[in-house]
């Protein structure tokens, strides 16, 4: 200090402590916010020595998704093997029957969806028990494969919904993709309600026009068919009709089971958010800071803090951590509590 009572610099090479301190903190708060995330789970990388380039599954632009091909081979396959099998039956089943193909088709459809309308029926022993397999074979197909490519496409749908909703704005990409994430289950709900909507229409619509049943007969059988009620009192019995419910029976039926799978997940994840706000929102207390000591030193770092937190929104449970912490050992090959290069490579060798 100088005589005057003005501060003087401190010597080269001395460091003020409590600015070292704060530097350590600020660094400290930094590594927290800008920690690079891990790699995306969809990333592959590039070929290695020995290994051959693993196949993966990637959306390209003016091609047919592979879960699309897959899809359509199971189904090309399933409705092929059942028109093919139940044309060659055809004789052993009674109904109300217009061309031996379509009708091989639609009650194979029919029957995969669980509609059931009655019109055409096994009549033998043999067509009870093809039918008792393909319903089953059928309802395999529908809930691995089918609901997979449903939720494929809606996903695909949502962005040009939310650029819809946001026409009369001026939203870039980067903003339309960040509202799409925040509101994933919600837009799915919407996409797939105005989707549904539009199926019951033109449902109602073919009904009463092509089938000849009264406006409301025909949104009774539309409602009887997409919920699989099925009661066969109104049904497609034209051959127009029939073509025409191959496809649209698919896809309303899958379009209906998809909007209730997306309404009980928005549920949840509405659940989910009102419990994070909660636990962001509400003050911490002795008792809590105890709880998340997890290492019992008396001090609560940012990692624990966080880890605390994390359990507290159902995002981790204890299992979690303990396996993870396991692994961390089995790499930490020199004791140190910290990884690096060499404990890597070490503990993978």
């Known amino acids: 200090m100088a005589s005057n009572g003005v501060e003087e610099p401190l010597l080269s090479g001395m460091v003020d402590p409590s600015v070292q301190t704060k530097k350590k903190n600020s660094l400290k708060r ?124 809606v996903e695909k749908q949502e962005i040009l919904l939310v650029k819809a909703l946001h026409m009369t704005h001026n939203v870039g990409t980067t903003e339309i993709l960040k509202e799409v994430e925040t509101n994933k289950a919600r837009y799915k709900c919407l996409t797939v309600f105005i989707l549904l909507l539009v199926l019951i229409i033109i449902g109602t619509i073919f009904l009463a026009t092509v089938e000849k049943l009264d406006l409301v007969d025909a949104f009774y059988c539309v409602c009887a068919t997409i919920t699989t009620l099925g009661y066969g009192d109104k049904s497609f019995s034209t051959e127009v009709g029939r073509a025409f419910a191959v496809i649209w029976i698919l896809t309303s039926t899958i379009t209906l089971a998809q909007f209730f799978l997306y309404i009980a997940e928005l549920s949840t994840e509405m659940r989910q958010r009102a419990l994070a706000n909660w636990v962001r929102t509400r003050k911490m207390t ?22 605390y937190k994390l359990k507290e929104m159902g995002k981790i449970s204890q299992e979690d951590i303990s396996l993870l912490l396991e692994e961390f050992e089995h790499l930490d090959v020199d004791q140190s509590g910290t990884l690096s290069v060499s404990d890597i490579t070490l503990a993978q060798s």
Do not use: W
């Open 286 to 307: 002795s008792v809590d800071l105890e709880a998340a000591d997890i290492d019992d030193d008396g001090v609560v770092d940012a990692s624990d803090f966080i880890i």
């Open 30 to 153: 930094r590594r927290y916010r800008r920690c690079k995330s891990a790699p995306l789970a969809e990333f592959v990388p590039p070929e290695t020595k020995g290994i051959g380039r693993i196949p993966r599954t990637e959306s390209i632009s003016g091609k047919l998704h592979p879960s699309f091909k897959q899809v359509a081979v199971f189904l090309a396959v399933y409705l092929g093997v059942g028109a093919v099998t139940f044309l060659l039956v055809r004789n052993q089943i009674e109904g109300k029957k217009t061309n031996g193909f379509l009708d091989a088709v639609y009650f194979c459809v029919v029957t995969m969806t669980t509609v059931g309308y009655g019109d055409l029926v096994p009549d033998s022993t043999l067509t009870k028990l093809l039918a008792c397999a393909f319903v089953f074979t059928g309802m395999a197909l529908i809930g691995l494969t089918l609901s997979k490519a449903a939720d494929f496409l």
